[in-house]
C-alpha cells in the first residue's frame, strides 16, 4: 500500500495526514477550483506521465515531467566527476527515468531552490541512494520526511565544484547553486525563481509570488542581487527552462536596479 502521495496541483508529495497541500495554501501558490486534489505515481504512469530529458550543455540535462506531474519545471542534472546533482526535482519518477538517469551517472544529491521544487525529492533520493538537502528555513514545508533528507544554511559545496548558497527572497531559504566548470568554465548559476529569466534578452526578474504576481521590496531586491553577484558565473538557467545564456551577473545587476526603482515609486509619475 502507498505511505504517499503527491499533490495534482504542485506535485510535492505528502504523506497521508494532510487534508489540504500547505504548499498550495500559501499565498505564493494556489487552490485549483474544485479543490484540493491527490495523486499517486500509479495514476500518473496511467495518464501516460513520463520524464523527457534534454541535454543544455555539457554535463548538464534538463528533466522535465509530461503532461505536467508539478507546477512544470524543468528540473536539471548536473554531472560532475564525484557524483551528479539533481536540482529542483520532478514531481513524477518511474522506471525509464531511473534507467536513463542511471546511464548519465546517477544522483549523488538532490536539493530544491524552494519548496515549490521538492517535487518527488524522496522518491528519487530512494532510487539513488542520494542525500537530499533542505534549507533550514523552509524545513517546515517538507511534507514527507525520510532519513536521507538533511537540514543546510551556510554556503556549502554540495558536490566539489557546485555551491549552494541561500540568497532567500522568494522564500526565506530560497537558494542558488553555482556550478564553476559550467559555461565552458565561465560558470553557471541554477537559479530556481529565486531569479528567472524573462522574455527580453539580458533581463530576469524576481517575485515573492509568481502566479499570484506578488512583488518583492526594493531593498530584498537589491540584496538578493548584490548577493548573487558576490558568485562567479556568466550564464544563469531558471526552474522553468529560462536561460540567459551570457553576461548573466549583468542581467541580473541592471533587472535589480530597475526593479527596486519601479517598487520604490521612482517612476510613479509615468503610471
Ligand atoms: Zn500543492
Given at each position: 500500500m502507498e505511505t504517499w502521495r503527491s499533490c495534482a496541483t504542485c506535485g510535492v508529495e505528502n504523506e497521508l495526514d494532510d487534508e489540504v497541500c500547505a504548499i498550495c495554501a500559501d499565498e505564493r501558490q494556489y487552490l485549483p477550483p474544485g479543490g484540493q486534489r491527490w495523486t499517486t505515481s500509479a495514476e500518473r504512469a496511467a495518464e501516460g506521465c513520463e520524464i523527457e530529458i534534454g541535454g543544455l550543455e555539457p554535463d548538464l540535462f534538463g528533466l522535465t515531467a509530461h503532461p505536467k506531474a508539478d507546477i512544470g519545471q524543468t528540473a536539471l542534472l548536473v554531472r560532475t566527476p564525484a557524483g551528479n546533482l539533481l536540482w529542483d526535482v520532478p514531481g513524477y519518477l518511474d522506471d525509464e527515468a531511473i534507467a536513463a538517469v542511471d546511464e548519465l551517472g546517477g544522483v549523488a544529491a538532490i536539493m530544491a531552490s524552494h519548496p515549490h521544487m521538492y517535487g518527488a525529492q524522496l522518491e528519487w533520493a530512494r532510487a539513488f541512494g542520494a542525500t537530499v538537502w533542505v534549507s533550514e528555513r523552509d524545513r517546515h514545508w517538507v511534507r514527507r520526511e525520510g532519513a536521507e533528507i538533511r537540514g543546510?544554511?551556510?554556503?556549502?559545496?554540495?558536490?566539489?565544484?557546485?555551491?549552494?548558497?541561500?540568497?532567500?527572497?522568494?522564500f526565506p531559504g530560497?537558494?542558488?547553486a553555482l556550478w564553476s566548470a559550467g559555461a565552458s568554465g565561465r560558470g553557471v548559476l541554477l537559479s530556481g525563481d529565486t531569479i528567472v529569466a524573462v522574455p527580453a534578452a539580458g533581463w530576469v526578474s524576481f517575485q515573492r509570488s509568481y502566479p499570484n504576481r506578488i512583488p518583492l521590496s526594493a531593498a530584498v531586491v537589491e540584496r538578493v542581487s548584490?548577493?548573487?553577484?558576490?558568485?562567479?558565473f556568466d550564464r544563469l538557467y531558471d526552474n522553468f527552462g529560462g536561460v540567459v545564456a551570457e553576461s548573466a551577473a549583468a542581467a541580473v545587476q541592471r533587472s535589480a536596479a530597475r526593479y527596486a526603482s519601479w517598487v520604490r515609486g521612482d517612476h510613479d509619475s509615468d503610471t
Amino acid at each position: 500500500m502507498e505511505t504517499w502521495r503527491s499533490c495534482a496541483t504542485c506535485g510535492v508529495e505528502n504523506e497521508l495526514d494532510d487534508e489540504v497541500c500547505a504548499i498550495c495554501a500559501d499565498e505564493r501558490q494556489y487552490l485549483p477550483p474544485g479543490g484540493q486534489r491527490w495523486t499517486t505515481s500509479a495514476e500518473r504512469a496511467a495518464e501516460g506521465c513520463e520524464i523527457e530529458i534534454g541535454g543544455l550543455e555539457p554535463d548538464l540535462f534538463g528533466l522535465t515531467a509530461h503532461p505536467k506531474a508539478d507546477i512544470g519545471q524543468t528540473a536539471l542534472l548536473v554531472r560532475t566527476p564525484a557524483g551528479n546533482l539533481l536540482w529542483d526535482v520532478p514531481g513524477y519518477l518511474d522506471d525509464e527515468a531511473i534507467a536513463a538517469v542511471d546511464e548519465l551517472g546517477g544522483v549523488a544529491a538532490i536539493m530544491a531552490s524552494h519548496p515549490h521544487m521538492y517535487g518527488a525529492q524522496l522518491e528519487w533520493a530512494r532510487a539513488f541512494g542520494a542525500t537530499v538537502w533542505v534549507s533550514e528555513r523552509d524545513r517546515h514545508w517538507v511534507r514527507r520526511e525520510g532519513a536521507e533528507i538533511r537540514g543546510w544554511t551556510e554556503p556549502f559545496e554540495v558536490l566539489p565544484g557546485i555551491r549552494a548558497v541561500q540568497l532567500g527572497g522568494h522564500f526565506p531559504g530560497s537558494a542558488v547553486a553555482l556550478w564553476s566548470a559550467g559555461a565552458s568554465g565561465r560558470g553557471v548559476l541554477l537559479s530556481g525563481d529565486t531569479i528567472v529569466a524573462v522574455p527580453a534578452a539580458g533581463w530576469v526578474s524576481f517575485q515573492r509570488s509568481y502566479p499570484n504576481r506578488i512583488p518583492l521590496s526594493a531593498a530584498v531586491v537589491e540584496r538578493v542581487s548584490a548577493d548573487a553577484l558576490g558568485l562567479s558565473f556568466d550564464r544563469l538557467y531558471d526552474n522553468f527552462g529560462g536561460v540567459v545564456a551570457e553576461s548573466a551577473a549583468a542581467a541580473v545587476q541592471r533587472s535589480a536596479a530597475r526593479y527596486a526603482s519601479w517598487v520604490r515609486g521612482d517612476h510613479d509619475s509615468d503610471t
